[in-house]
Structures are given as structure tokens and as C-alpha cells.
């Protein structure tokens, strides 16, 4: 194994590394060893998921094992390994047990969040590596449960996350609190000028191992920035999540309110999808990642702080709904996918008013995205028709019994009827793609000619039911058989709302509508000659105009309403059958605003 891999590297660990598949080294394991073998300290720049847990793994080893096989009785631990999350330091721990095994190393670990008494016990019964988060490794120093004297090596993982994590004290507290005669060292995704000073303060003579360069930190990750309206920011996720069908994939957002709304927003379109954020407990955590891994959910949306260190093997997508904060912040995003020689698409939605920001990032990252637009409907069902054809199905051996209802099929129904039905089944188990404005939309007046020859027709819902152009205008390119182009003024009034389509265009649409000229339940549609704005007003009443010209009906009213023509308005609308836009969570009648106080010129009743 040593001669495979080119470095003498102790046979313990040469043996694990062997029965765990590895043949070859990556260039981040073999830099570290090439420094390590000089015994100095390590400053070392290297992405996540490059393979550093290992590396550092093979680095300190010669400094805990001082060239034997196997290490002593367990006592006062020999390395301090500190990460800024307790999934990355979890992940640590696991990835040191399996290489130490055969060394006979007592692995402990001590996060925030779990049981501080269990590891008391565990620190008590003794450790050779001891792997935690910086909050609680200094709680346990400070109670003398975590004793300092015999530590030879102190690694810091993703040191530049710890300090933007607020944790610089808490790291020059346990620094200082190390001996003298140690070994440091440093692994960062970025060195930023924080880093050096840390570096200067608590190392000596540090090498400085740089793996990475500009693009090749993030080779195998391919970079998008999605061009989208404004209105469509959230909406062209659910495109690009349909569109890549990802094994795994992760959404960032900034902040817990935007990771509440995506994730009820998707979970309502069919996703299977899980949240993470600041306020879950770590059970709550670890059920959430447990369910991406064994595909019970396909989409985790997270806070940048909440998703640090957590490892998903099968991660393909990486989508920035909301931009992250910094060049940095970029690429710990974007590194949890494209690991291990695997590929990874990290996609960030622009939209027009954050296209400045989104070059500035990408260029202070030394990055080159791909700027294209969001997935459309067409190319979404297109790519379904591909990934139907290529469906492994078509070429498994068919069971007798599969046969024989196959055959049944065949005698009721002909092959086209029974293969559309197929593809409506197989649709039906996905969301729907979403209806996108192109992102260089402008308002009709000023982008579009000049709209005609024209026809208009009503639709039975308006303002009182919360309707919108925005969400009428898809209903009728969906529901309606029409495209955007054929579709002109979209003007709502309180109980109806008046479309302008294209002339030559209303017949086909309204024969496709039926007898009945239902667009959507609950929504009819008739022709009519011209809008006649104002119209459902007049039927509520005067207008306000006139109202606030009228004279008082009494010395003490003020208003100069008509209580009994204000019960009957709200009658009228309670007994309106109300139609439910999408998203809405209800659209209730609305209360008159005038109220009787008793006869006009009469003193109110003494309250009792």
C-alpha cells in the first residue's frame, strides 16, 4: 500500500487506508504528508470535501503514534481536533475512527447540544483524540473535565468558518491553553488576513500548503447564474429543482423566515423536503439529514450557519435562492457539492436587481458562471419525455403476471391511449412546471406594439376573491389554450375582470372552454362587447365621490351612510360563493364600514 500511494506512511494506517479502498491519495492528502514528514506546523488552503480529514488524519500520525503500530491505554488525550459544527465534527470522528482503528485509538467527541455529563464519563474513562465545537471544548477546559497537559497536535478545521462564526476567542483560549511543544494545524478553505494573525500568533514556522488556485478549487461544480423577473425569484427554483431532478439537492436562503416560507412552499408542490435551520434541535437535525440520505427527502433548504459541516454524499445541486453574503460564503456553499470526483451544478438566482451583486461575487471568487435563463415549462417537460425514454424500465424483463394485465390492457384500450395514460401517471408524481416572465420583461406600454385587433372577455372573479393578473395570467395560458402574446390589458375589478385577447384568438378559446365556459372552477367565462369599468362598483353602491358629497341624514351622523343599504351590500357579498386564489389562505367577504349608532339626533344609551 505504502509503495501505491508513494509515502511511508505507518502500516496501521496504511492498512486501514487499504481495506477502505484507497489506491491513490488526493493532492490535498499528499501535500499535507509531504509537510508532515518535516514535523512543522500547517497552514493549509483546502476546499471542503478535498479529502483534508484524512489528510490531517495521516499527518498527525507519526506525532501521536512516534512510529509504533498501535498507541498505548487510553488517558489524557494526545490530539484536539476543533471544528465550527457539530455535524462536521461528528463527520470528523467518524472519518479518524475507521483510519485508527487498527491503531487501537480511542476516538471522543464533544459538541454543544448533547449530554455534557456523558462526556464527562467518556473523558474520564480516557481518549487518544478528542474531536468538538469550540463552544463546548471550552466549557469542558474550563470545569477541568478536558485536561490539556499531553496534547501533542491541535488541528483547526474550517478555521476561517470558526471565525465567522464568532468563535476567534474561544480558539485562543484553548490555543494558550495547549503546551508549548505542540503541533498546529490550520485548514481553510480561504486564508483571509484573520486567518494569518492567528496563524503568526499560535504557530511556528507554519508551511504553507496551498492545493487550490482560482477555478480549480471548484473543477468538477458548474456554475449558474439564472437570469429571472423579479416577481419569479422564488418561483424558478421549483423550475431548476423539476428541471435537474437531483438526487440531493440544497437551497440556501438567509435567513429562518425565507427556509420557513420555501419549505412550505415546496412541500405544497409535491417536494420532498426537509428545513434546517438555527432553531432545531440537534435530534430534529440529524432526523432531517438522516431523511436526505436514505431518500426520503430529495431537497433540504438551509441558513448558510445551519448547513456548515454537514456532509450529504449524493448532493448534486446546490441553488442560491437568496445570493450569499460574500466570496467566501459562495464557495462553502457551492463545495458541498462536485466532491469526490463527482459533479455538481451550484445555480444562483439573479434577479435584475442583484445581477451587480452577483457579478462582484463571482468575480472576487475567481469564478466563471454561465449566465442563462431559468428553466421554462417546455424545457422542463421536454426533459421528462428524455428521462421517460431513457427510463431503465423499458428494457426489464417483464413478470408473467405484469404480462397478462399487459395483455388485458391491449384488449380494452389501443397502445396510443394506454402510452398517454402512462405519461399522465408518470407526470403526476411530479410538480407541475412553472410559467416564467421572460427576465428582460418590460411593462406592456413600453416593450410590446401596439396590441390589436383585439377582443375582450370576463372572467367571474375580481378583487373580492384576491385575484391578480399574475396569477391569471398562467390560468389562462394553462387553462386556456393561449399563449402570453395573444394576451393584452388585464384589468381587475371587485367582482369580475376584464381580458383583451387577440381577435382571431377567442373563438378556439371559448370552444375550448365548453358549454359551460368554465376556465378554472369557480370561474366562468362570457364575451363581451367592451369593459365597462366601474361596473361592480355601481352595483355596491354610489360611488365614493358622490358619498362624501352627500349631506348628513342627521345632526349626529358624520358619514351619511344608509345602514340598511350597507346590510344589504354585505348580504350580497356573504352569499357570494368566493373563489380561493392560489396561495391564498382564504379570501373572506368584506364588512361594511358604516354602522348604525341610533337615530340620528339621539343621545346614546348610558353604558351599565
Known amino acids: 500500500m505504502q509503495q501505491q500511494i508513494g509515502y511511508p506512511v505507518i502500516q496501521s494506517l496504511s492498512d486501514a487506508l487499504f481495506e477502505r479502498g484507497y489506491d491513490t491519495l488526493t493532492p490535498v492528502q499528499e501535500a499535507v504528508i509531504d509537510r508532515a514528514l518535516e514535523g512543522a506546523d500547517l497552514l493549509v488552503s483546502a476546499q471542503t470535501g478535498s ?14 503514534l512516534g512510529g509504533a503500530d498501535r498507541l498505548g491505554p487510553a488517558a489524557a488525550p494526545l490530539a484536539l481536533i476543533v471544528a465550527p459544527t457539530r455535524e462536521l465534527a461528528f463527520q470528523v470522528a467518524r472519518e479518524l475512527g475507521w483510519l485508527y482503528a487498527k491503531a487501537g485509538a480511542r476516538v471522543a467527541t464533544c459538541v454543544g447540544g448533547m449530554d455534557m455529563r456523558d462526556e464527562r464519563r467518556t473523558l474520564e474513562r480516557g481518549a487518544h483524540i478528542v474531536v468538538g465545537t469550540p463552544g463546548r471544548l471550552r466549557d469542558h477546559i474550563g470545569r477541568g473535565t478536558l485536561e490539556m497537559g499531553d496534547l501533542r497536535a491541535v488541528v ?11 468563535f476567534r476567542e474561544d480558539l485562543e483560549f484553548m490555543l494558550g491553553a495547549a503546551p508549548v511543544e505542540r503541533r498546529t494545524l490550520l485548514f481553510s478553505a480561504t486564508v483571509p488576513p484573520a486567518i494569518e494573525a492567528l496563524a503568526r500568533q499560535y504557530q511556528r514556522d507554519a508551511r504553507r500548503v496551498t492545493t487550490q488556485t482560482g477555478r480549480s478549487q471548484h473543477a468538477d461544480i458548474a456554475y449558474q447564474a439564472l437570469r429571472v423577473a423579479a416577481q419569479d ?16 439537492a440544497i437551497v440556501f436562503a438567509n435567513t429562518r423566515a425565507t427556509v420557513s416560507r420555501l419549505t412550505a412552499r415546496f412541500a405544497n ?7 434546517l435551520s438555527g432553531e432545531l434541535s440537534q435530534t430534529e437535525r440529524t432526523h432531517a439529514l438522516q431523511a436526505m440520505r436514505d431518500g426520503r427527502a430529495r431537497v433540504c433548504v438551509a ?78 417537460l421536454r426533459r421528462d419525455e428524455e428521462r421517460l425514454l431513457a427510463d431503465p424500465v423499458w428494457d426489464a424483463a417483464i413478470p408473467e403476471e405484469d404480462a397478462a394485465f399487459g395483455a388485458r390492457l391491449l384488449d380494452l384500450h389501443s397502445s396510443e391511449i394506454i402510452a398517454a395514460a402512462y405519461l ?19 411593462p406592456a406600454a413600453a416593450a410590446r406594439p401596439p396590441f390589436g385587433p383585439s377582443a375582450w ?3 367571474s372573479v ?126 373572506a367577504p368584506r364588512a361594511g364600514k358604516a354602522k348604525a349608532k341610533g337615530k340620528p339626533g339621539t343621545k346614546p344609551a348610558p353604558k351599565r
Open 51 to 64: 479529502g483534508k480529514t484524512v489528510g490531517f488524519g495521516l499527518a498527525i500520525g507519526s506525532t501521536l
Open 156 to 166: 483547526l478545521d474550517e478555521a476561517d468558518e470558526m471565525l465567522d462564526l464568532g
Open 233 to 248: 425569484a422564488e418561483t424558478a427554483i421549483v423550475n431548476v429543482l423539476r428541471f435537474h431532478e437531483a438526487q440531493n
Open 269 to 275: 408542490r409535491g417536494f420532498q423536503v426537509v428545513a
Open 303 to 380: 441558513t448558510d450557519v445551519a448547513a456548515r459541516g454537514i456532509d450529504l454524499p449524493n448532493l448534486e445541486l446546490v441553488i442560491h435562492a437568496e445570493l450569499p453574503s460574500s466570496p467566501d460564503s459562495l464557495l462553502h456553499r457551492s463545495g458541498r457539492t462536485g466532491r469526490a470526483g463527482r459533479k455538481g451544478i451550484s445555480a444562483l438566482i439573479v434577479p435584475p436587481k442583484a445581477a451587480k451583486k452577483a457579478e462582484r461575487i463571482l468575480k472576487a471568487a475567481r469564478i466563471s458562471a454561465e449566465w442563462i435563463a431559468a428553466p421554462s415549462a417546455e424545457e422542463i
Open 424 to 442: 399522465r401517471l408518470w407526470r403526476a408524481g411530479r410538480s407541475a412546471p412553472e410559467e416564467l416572465t421572460l427576465p428582460d420583461a418590460r
Open 457 to 459: 372577455v370576463a372572467l
Open 462 to 587: 375580481g378583487r373580492d376573491e384576491r385575484a391578480e393578473p399574475r396569477w391569471l395570467l398562467p390560468l389562462l395560458c394553462r387553462a386556456g389554450g393561449l399563449d402570453r402574446d395573444a394576451i393584452g390589458a388585464i384589468r381587475v375589478q371587485d367582482t369580475e375582470t376584464f381580458v383583451e385577447l387577440a381577435e382571431g384568438r377567442v373563438p378556439d378559446f371559448l370552444a375550448g372552454l365548453g358549454d359551460g365556459g368554465t376556465l378554472e372552477e369557480g370561474i366562468r367565462v362570457r364575451r363581451i362587447d367592451a369593459p365597462t369599468p366601474g361596473a361592480s362598483a355601481k352595483r355596491a353602491g354610489p360611488p365614493a365621490s358622490k358619498q362624501s358629497r352627500a349631506k348628513p341624514s342627521g345632526a349626529g351622523s358624520k358619514t351619511g351612510a344608509r345602514p340598511s343599504q350597507d346590510r344589504k351590500n354585505a348580504s350580497e357579498r356573504t352569499s357570494k360563493p368566493t373563489f380561493k386564489a392560489p396561495g391564498a389562505k382564504g379570501s
